[in-house]
């Protein structure tokens, strides 16, 4: 079955660049999206369609994709930017949707 | 306003059978490309996709449990079902409703608050 690898864990300093990616055979077929889960709560979606962002996302937060992965940038990482992220999408004939395992970033 | 709330047992034994409702609320399942699916978490690990009906009755299902799930409209036009049929300790998890948007390859935009269900004897 398909699947999505993200790296486990990303740290920055508060103020650095946070970049998480998510590699994927069918990521040059089908768009990537990403989640933002802190604890406790239900996931909220940070960028859609690879790159766009929705209206209630801060600007810091972008989103690219190349090739067989995609990659979630947060410039200038706030200390409020600590969660989990997830990248989520398609296989390559869009039957059914994937998450990946999740990154959990740190910032201190 | 978009809004999902999901409902059913917290405790499930082993080899039972699961059956989740979704009630949701800010728009209609009959309209295209809208589907609504389901979610889970086990403690402390990822997100997990199950499975999604869309607007137009298709369906689908995770390749691995396919065999044990089942969504369905439900009785009223603003209700999902999902079953889960021999349930294990393993589907120990937070089952989260969403809305989902775009069709087959679309993405989730909204998210119910999630319902904790446990299996154990």
């Known amino acids: 079955s398909y699947e999505l690898t993200q790296p486990p864990s990303v740290s920055v300093s508060p103020g650095q660049t946070a970049r998480i990616t998510c590699s994927g055979d069918?990521?040059?077929?089908?768009?990537a999206y990403w989640y933002q889960q802190k604890s406790g709560q239900a996931p909220v979606l940070v960028i859609y369609e690879d790159t766009r962002r929705p209206s209630d996302i801060p600007e810091r937060f972008s989103g690219s994709s190349s090739g067989t992965m995609a990659t979630l940038t947060i410039n200038g990482a706030q200390v409020e930017d600590e969660a989990d992220y997830y990248c989520y999408s398609a296989d390559s004939s869009a039957y059914y949707s994937v998450f990946g395992g999740g990154t959990k970033l740190t910032v201190l | 306003q978009i809004t999902l709330k999901e409902s059913g047992p917290t405790l499930v034994k082993p080899t039972q059978t699961l059956t989740l409702t979704c009630s949701f609320s800010g728009f209609s399942l009959s309209t295209g490309s809208v589907g609504v699916g389901w979610i889970r978490q086990p403690p402390g690990k990822a997100l997990e996709w199950l499975g999604v009906?869309?607007?137009?009755?298709?369906?689908r299902y995770r390749p691995s449990l396919n065999s044990r799930l089942t969504v369905t409209r439900g009785t009223s036009n603003n209700q999902v079902v999902l079953t889960m049929t021999n349930m294990d300790p393993v589907d120990t998890a937070t089952y989260y409703c969403?809305?989902?948007?775009?069709?087959?390859?679309?993405?989730?935009?909204?998210w119910g608050q999630g319902t904790l269900v446990t299996v154990s004897s």
């Open positions: 069918a990521l040059p077929k089908r768009f």
């Open positions: 009906i869309y607007w137009n009755n298709d369906k």
């Open positions: 969403v809305h989902t948007i775009g069709g087959t390859g679309g993405y989730i935009d909204y």
